[in-house]
Each structure stands twice: as structure tokens, then as C-alpha cells.
């Protein structure tokens, strides 16, 4: 990930949840404004590219849809690994879905580390608005409260709270990477004032040792 003059940023942000949770709708929502609800199961993974502009900075995210299926979740890792943040969907109508999300963040802090900004999604809600679904998000709330990531109730259908759960892990991430560079900041300074102190020291120890010596004979 890479930054200029503090404005720019580059993040790689991964799509993680079970077949037919709905992740290729929300990243095509998300990208392009489009749903189709007939779209076809991802195979492997897919990539798209999204440039949001807020607070005078630019975000370029680079965004890695996986498959849900169980035969491509080995493949995993080799997709979120170097990810900055991931978005991980599951469908309020299945509680399984959800199950799978504990998985994922386990191999997730264990992969990538704790600095890793997690968004955990309840895709679907339109089935609520459609009186099909009974719906209680306390439980998956508190969850995603214990492991430190922040939770979206979305419908790519209806593309409510697509752009929110993006934009709050694009501050998330940016936060992260600032913190960063201000830290490694202050310790190049303290390694360059180390430095010349060193150097400091070892010039006041060679003019010492170079200094002229007065010996005294014959009682002179």
C-alpha cells in the first residue's frame, strides 16, 4: 500500500462469505450501481477496481471478490493474504452463513494480523422489507463488538448501506495507515538522533584521545 504526500492511498480489500450470500451483488452494486439478479456464482475470484474521493483524499481500492463454494475455501488465504481490510457477507436468512464468518476471521487475524480493519455484513434485508423474514441482528452485533469489527445490515437489491459499509472501511483503513506513518516517523527521528549522538560521542572520544601530551624532565 502506498501513499503520496499523505492524500493517496492504495488498499486491497477482500470479499469473504458462503456461495450465494450475495458478495458479487454487493461489489457490483458498489462499483457500477448495477444489480442483477441473476448473476452467476463466482468461480476462484474475482477483481474489481473502485476510486472514492472524501475529505480532500483520494482512496483507491482494489478489491478481491473470492468464491463461497467449499471446494475454493483452501484458495482463501492466498487471496486475503496482504489484504488491508476485509468485508465478510453473510445471508440473514441463514444462520450457517454467519457461522462461517467466525471461521474466517480466526484465519484472518492469523494470516494477516490484528491491524486488518473487519467489516462483517448481513446482506439481504430486502427480505425483510418483503414480510418473508424474521430477523434479529442483537446476536451477530454483539459478535462482531467482540472481535473488534463493525457490522452493516445491507441489500444489494435495494443497494442500502452498500457505499456506508465501504466508506467506513476505507476510514478504518486510513486511520491505520496514518498511525503507522506517524510511528515510524517518530522512530527514524529517534534512530537519527541516536545516530549523531553516537557520532557526537565517538568525535569527542578521538579528539581526546588525539590530544598532545606534556611531559616534564629534569624537574622542568
Excluded at 486488518?116 to 418483503?130: E, F, M, R, S, Y
Excluded at 414480510?131 to 446476536?139: N, R
Excluded at 441489500?155 to 486510513?174: G, H, R, T, W
Amino acid at each position: 500500500m502506498s501513499t503520496e504526500a499523505s492524500s493517496n492511498y492504495i488498499f486491497k480489500v477482500v470479499l469473504l462469505g458462503e456461495g450465494k450470500v450475495g458478495k458479487s451483488s454487493i461489489l457490483l452494486r458498489f462499483v457500477h450501481d448495477q444489480f442483477n439478479k441473476n448473476h452467476l456464482s463466482t468461480v476462484q475470484a474475482s477483481f474489481m477496481n473502485k476510486k472514492i474521493n472524501f475529505d480532500n483524499k483520494r482512496v483507491n481500492l482494489n478489491i478481491w471478490d473470492t468464491a463461497g463454494q467449499e471446494i475454493f475455501h483452501a484458495l482463501g488465504p492466498i487471496y486475503y493474504r496482504n489484504s488491508h481490510g476485509a468485508i465478510l457477507v453473510y445471508d440473514i436468512s441463514s444462520e450457517d452463513s454467519f457461522d462461517k464468518i467466525k471461521v474466517w476471521i480466526k484465519e484472518l487475524k492469523k494470516i494477516v494480523g490484528n491491524d486488518i480493519v473487519c467489516v462483517i455484513v448481513g446482506n439481504k434485508t430486502d427480505l425483510i422489507k418483503d414480510q418473508k423474514l424474521s430477523y434479529d441482528p442483537e446476536p451477530h452485533l454483539s459478535y462482531a463488538k467482540s472481535v473488534g469489527a463493525m457490522h452493516f445490515l445491507t441489500s444489494a437489491k435495494l443497494n442500502e448501506n452498500i457505499d456506508e459499509a465501504f466508506l467506513e472501511i476505507s476510514k478504518s483503513m486510513m486511520k491505520i495507515h496514518d498511525e503507522k506513518q506517524l510511528a515510524n516517523a517518530s522512530l527514524n527521528r529517534t534512530g537519527s538522533m541516536r545516530r549523531q549522538l553516537r557520532v557526537e560521542e565517538s568525535t569527542e572520544a578521538e579528539e581526546m584521545t588525539e590530544a598532545p601530551t606534556t611531559s616534564r624532565c629534569c624537574g622542568r
